[in-house]
């Protein structure tokens, strides 16, 4: 049986799934742009050393410099709007946890409901089907001792469990 709460805790599960596997792209994503700016940051020093040890008759190292820095620069502003999304994605993963924790509530509050409402039903059956057992045994009894039908009580016939009693006498199952 497919339920309200049932086909909620699946949307929220997919939910979440679409979530973790964003946060996992821009997370990959983010992690090459970090490979990218060590690998610039590398270019930049080595431009560096090779000027301090070789000098740069010819502005080969300079120029190396330059781009490894621009380089730099860019993968920053990538760096920090990758950041952002990774910010974002882990916020959104967050919430779906929330709404897959909330929906499995609600979906085993549900399945309670339905089960309660079963158990009740079977209650209603088994006490009408008691009730009449209890009847046509005192319509058996009567049957069998015409003489006793003013002096026989339905207790010398049938007496409930004490568990049974102890339900319909105090509200208690023991």
């Known amino acids: 049986m497919t339920t309200h709460a049932l086909e909620a805790l699946a949307r ?9 596997t964003a946060l996992d792209h821009v997370t990959q994503a983010n992690s090459a742009l970090l490979v990218r700016l060590t690998e610039a940051r590398a270019k930049a020093e080595e431009a ?14 300079a120029m190396q410099l330059r781009l490894a820095m621009d380089d730099e ?8 709007g990758s950041q952002t999304a990774v910010s974002e994605r882990t916020a959104a993963l967050q919430r779906s946890n929330a709404a897959v924790q909330t929906a499995e509530l609600q979906a085993r509050k549900e399945e309670a409901e339905i089960q309660a409402r079963e158990l009740d039903a079977m209650i209603a059956e088994l006490d009408s089907k ?20 003013t002096r026989t009580s339905v ?10 009693k102890s339900i319909c006498l105090n509200g208690q199952v023991s």
């Open 130 to 149: 008691l009730c009449q057992a209890v009847q046509a045994r005192l319509q058996a009894h009567l049957a069998s001792n015409p003489r006793s039908v």
């Open 48 to 61: 560096v050393r090779e000027t301090k040890e070789k000098g740069d008759p010819d502005g080969k190292w």
């Open 73 to 80: 620069a860019d993968i920053n502003g990538m760096l920090k």
């Open 12 to 20: 929220a599960r997919l939910a979440h799934t679409e979530a973790a």
């Open 155 to 164: 207790f010398t016939l049938y007496t409930p469990s004490k568990m049974l």
